[in-house]
């Protein structure tokens, strides 16, 4: 059973359990940390801008002590990814670690100054990177600018104790402009061309969990179109956390069966859902036999493309998936 939920409310009741299960369009869950009794909730802030050339893929993690920046740069033309990550530690942890809906945050090291800043319009990235992939230097300034649009907004228990808790936001509908230098290799992103999403969540998690979502986001014609798709994570009787947009409209899918091969990510993996709703196959990209990923501490990153028919657009006229470029993340929390 899928259940939207249309009416503003908060995320816990007075006794730091979840409120209720389910789904929005709109960002109308009320969430305030000090409303948990959690001992430690853990945040992931992601974000990938894509033009068809380059990717970049950026996600910020606070789990317990831990604070890492973890940077992903795919050419999708010449073929070839470059990942590195850095984790601090802090004495204990601290929320105000990672970025808000508004101000500006900051990490700064030896090796990286990432900042990051809410502006009217949307998000602006700006990185330096050195000794990225232990051999280039990275910078990238990035203005993302947001469009309007629906977002997919989840809220679930863990297995149904509700004092653990899943909460998560997905924004798509970015445009995105800027530059990004690897080494002495320069990309140009424009706003006509280049699409970018940003993925936030927060949880509070009784076990360990392996994690996978297969996003694609791009311009078919004048028509924009995301997906994002993701293994069970937390209680989903009343909603997941699959769905797709189309012109900034989203259309929920309920479960989504995957098939692929244990332990080799570089054979296929099948997509099903639905009476033929959707029906994909994500192949990854090879480089001289060699499977296109980034590998960060517990995340891997995978490059490829999805072929395929999707019909809840029109299930008279399909869209159709032909090469188009897509990643799928695997992570262990």
């Known amino acids: 059973m899928q259940r939207e939920i249309i009416n503003p409310c908060r995320v816990f009741e007075e006794n730091g359990h979840v409120m209720q299960a389910g789904w929005a369009k709109s960002p109308i869950f009320s969430f305030n940390r000090e409303d948990s009794k959690a001992r430690t909730i853990c ?29 992903a740069v795919a050419d999708l033309r010449r073929g070839g990814v470059i990942g ?22 900051f990490y700064s090291d030896k090796r990286i100054q990432l900042q990051l800043t809410s502006v009217p319009e949307g998000k602006v990235l700006k990185c330096v990177f050195e000794n990225f992939g232990g051999s280039k230097r990275l910078a990238f300034h990035v203005i993302m600018a947001h469009l309007g649009g629906d977002s997919m907004n989840e809220l679930a228990p863990f297995e149904r104790n509700r004092k653990f808790f899943y909460f998560k936001q997905f924004i798509p509908c970015f445009a995105a402009k800027g530059q990004i230098q690897v080494g002495k290799i320069n990309y140009s992103l424009d706003s006509s061309s280049a699409c970018a999403y940003h993925d936030r969540t927060c949880f509070y998690k009784p076990r360990p969990h392996s994690y996978q979502r297969l996003s694609t986001d791009f311009m078919t014609g004048e028509n924009r179109f995301t997906l994002n798709l993701a293994s069970r994570v937390g209680d989903n009787r009343f909603g997941n956390e699959n769905c797709f947009f189309y012109n900034g409209k989203l259309e929920k899918l309920s479960h989504i069966d995957i098939k692929f091969t244990p332990k080799r990510i570089d054979r296929p993996f099948y997509f099903r859902g639905g009476i033929s709703a959707l029906d994909i196959t994500f192949k990854p990209f090879t480089v001289k036999g060699d499977t296109m990923k980034a590998e960060m501490n517990n995340t891997t990153i995978l490059f490829g493309r999805l072929y395929g028919t999707i019909n809840r657009v029109n299930y008279d006229k399909p869209l159709v998936l032909d090469n188009a470029q897509a990643h799928l993340v695997l992570s262990d929390f």
């Open 84 to 105: 590195d990550c850095v984790t601090k530690r802090a004495l204990a942890p601290k929320w105000d670690e990672l970025p808000e809906d508004d101000g500006e945050f």
């Open 43 to 71: 945040r992931r802030e992601g974000f990938c801008i894509n033009n068809g050339e380059v990717s970049l893929y950026l996600a910020l993690e606070r789990f317990g002590r831990e604070l890492s920046v973890k940077i």
